[in-house]
């Protein structure tokens, strides 16, 4: 794990964000961790998760999850997110096929 993943998650403990009504903002975590970007915030908590940290994340805020409901709205909200990538997935390589199958290389 990453040196800034593990302050990730010591922030998170040390500003009690342990259950989503205390979620603490990505761009606040961005600013306290010394990082250019929420987006940045957001690698990191997917580092942790891969780990086994329960970190939860809801309306641009990240927190630990205390309840097992929190976890599974978490979980939700991920597959969602991939049902919805899995829609634009489909559909661009459809518009692929369509465009090189009919007109072969475009260079």
């Not at 993943?5 to 903002?25: E, F, N, P, R, T």
């Not at 940290?53 to 709205?73: K, R, S, W």
């Given at each position: 794990?990453?040196?800034?993943?593990?302050s990730l998650l010591?922030?998170?403990?040390?500003?009690?964000?342990?259950?989503?009504?205390?979620?603490?903002?990505?761009?606040?975590?961005?600013?306290?961790?010394?990082?250019?970007?929420?987006?940045?915030?957001?690698?990191?908590?997917?580092?942790?998760?891969?780990?086994?940290?329960?970190?939860?994340?809801?309306?641009?805020?990240?927190?630990?999850?205390?309840?097992?409901?929190?976890?599974?709205?978490?979980?939700?909200?991920?597959?969602?997110?991939?049902?919805?990538?899995?829609?634009?997935?489909s559909a661009f390589?459809?518009?692929?096929?369509?465009?090189?199958?009919s007109q072969g290389?475009?260079?």
């Amino acid at each position: 794990m990453s040196p800034n993943a593990i302050s990730l998650l010591d922030l998170l403990h040390l500003m009690c964000a342990h259950g989503q009504h205390k979620a603490v903002y990505g761009a606040k975590l961005a600013r306290d961790l010394g990082l250019t970007n929420e987006k940045s915030v957001q690698v990191l908590a997917t580092e942790l998760r891969r780990e086994g940290y329960l970190v939860g994340a809801h309306d641009g805020g990240f927190f630990l999850c205390i309840t097992e409901d929190e976890a599974q709205t978490y979980l939700e909200s991920l597959k969602a997110r991939i049902a919805g990538a899995q829609i634009t997935i489909s559909a661009f390589s459809e518009s692929m096929k369509r465009r090189w199958d009919s007109q072969g290389s475009l260079f």
